[in-house]
């Protein structure tokens, strides 16, 4: 009886249409508020994280405005020395943990389930949870801006300057509770992307048929599980030698300044890699696309990526330079500074070589791949300028190395990811963004970008030091910065005109098909938005190109339940399925363990008891996530 049973409930006993209905209902997110924070819908999931990050961006580029307010003219009033200490640090902070990171991984979490054929990311309860632990540290940062308590120690927080000696009042404990919030955001998706690619890759996708895109996020996924911790030792010790009393700092107890750096910038260099490489993948994708051809050097872009991450963990000192490290050390990082441009320069030449065989198509997401080839080889090449020892002594905290950085992480980063949103924008949402509207964002964005940042670096090759609010006439620096000021307003029209082409093309814009750019890969196998179980049948895959190898259509794996959510667990190598693997139901007890969670980071920047009493309600929280309810999934 059980056996008939089992063979009723598979996929292969229900016709298309009654089994879309069934898997719909079995995969559905409830409507109203319990639904809303209890869905475990890497989707639904997806989308608050990238309308939060774009928030964060929005709210970040409002502070960077302000500054060049503040430095159009000398002298200028219009800003006090405090609150643009407190300005430009939440612009760091707002940009660096609240928008790039997590707007990159946002679009993993959406993408790879997708992309590597399975229903649901791994660990979707988890994902969940690092949806509210990530929104409430946004909201914590940006509370006390509002009430006058916002960071003002710069988003690097170097110590003695954070420390309880000079940091003064809560300003400094906020921004170590920030980074706790964030990166455990951010570590929870990472081991989610590679459980998820590693062990629920579509029958047949082996390691040589997985998307660069998919490629790319594993790659950063396994950089995040390498580099975050190190920055969360860092900003727990400052809080424990601002709160408790310790000395890891305070070198007249025994501790050392110089470890703070060391530790930050362990994570913070491969961090501008774990931003970079996931616009290697899309950049990647993009390309393939609309050159109508496979991408040329498969491997060797692999490769490079791969070496990429690893090299990221290798360069951290070059930002110490003017620290009084030993010479020979610091030979050692500029050999490595200069190394990692070789995976770059592969990947490079990897996609003029893909598009000049190819036969390429135009379109929008093309125009910002073509913004980020120009904007991110000046951004490279300055960054080979400041690995030079004489040459950062003598940059170094002037306003070349924040043209630097901007080309870089801009450059590098946004415009690919602006391309990537055109691109996905139809599979998210269902609709199309204008052709002719992206055009003008494309051309208002690089234009004013440059014309911002590029003049930056006149500015600091003629002296003027980052962090300053103000400048005297005496020193000639008004001109440039009139004129850097003036551009950021065309840089900002461009975005701002993005948002506005993105809020009404979800509504207004054109109908888009399942695969409206003729692309190859899975996530365009699937109806544009996907249905909530994203594949009725799960793929399998025979080639890189799924959908452009098999004209006729992609073969599927049968087998699955349908009164269940079950996903197939495939080998790490082969993807040869492995076993058949039950999803957790929609749930609310990740909501109630973030705001546990929260409730005990935020109290205990205010005292350490928070610790011990507030493991209370975290350890009922998470009870309550783990204790069986009986459901189909508790019972497989």
Known sequence: MSGALEQDTRD????????ACELARVWRTPPGLLGFIGTVDHKRIAHRYIATAFVFLALGGVLALAMRLQLARPEARLIGPDRYNQIFTMHGATMMFLFAVPVMEAMAVYLVPLMVGTRNIAFPRLNAFSYWIYLAGGILLW????????????????VPLSGPNYGSGKRADIWAQMITFTELAALAVAVEIVVTVLKQRAPGMSLDRIPLFVWSMLVTAFAVIGAL???????????????????????SEGGDVLLWQHLFWFFGHPEVYIIFLPAVGMVSTIITTFARRPVFGYLALVLSAISTGVLAFGLWVHH?????????????????????????????????ATLALGRPVLRVPMLFVLAFFFTFIIGGMTGVMVASVPLDTQVHDTYFVVAHFH????????FPLIGAVYYWFPKITGRMMSEYVGRWVAGLLFAGFNLTFFPMHI???????????????????GGLNLFVSMSAVVLALGFLLFFVDALRSMRGGAVAGSDPWGAPTLEWATPSPPPSYNFAYIPVVNGLYPLWDDATGVNVATGLRVDRRELIVSSVTEARPEARESSPRNSVWPFWTAIATSVVLIWSIFSPWAVVWGSVPIGIALIGWFWPKATPEDLA
């Open 407 to 414: 080309y870089v992480l801009i450059g590098g980063s946004v």
């Open 320 to 352: 110490m330079f003017a620290t009084g490290l030993p010479r020979l050390g610091e030979s050692f990082f500029t050999a490595s500074s200069m190394a990692i441009a070789i995976p770059n320069g592969v990947q490079i030449f990897c996609w003029l």
């Open 229 to 251: 911790p190190a920055i969360m030792v860092a900003s727990t010790s400052l809080i424990l030698d601002r709160l408790v009393g310790t000395h890891f700092y305070n070198p």
């Open 143 to 158: 509370a006390a801006f509002a009430i006058d308590m916002g960071p003002d120690v710069g988003w690097f927080a170097y």
């Open 12 to 19: 292969t006993a229900l016709p298309p249409e009654r089994l």
């Open 459 to 477: 500015l600091g090759l003629i002296g003027m030091p980052r962090r300053v609010y103000t400048y005297p006439a005496s020193l000639s620096w």
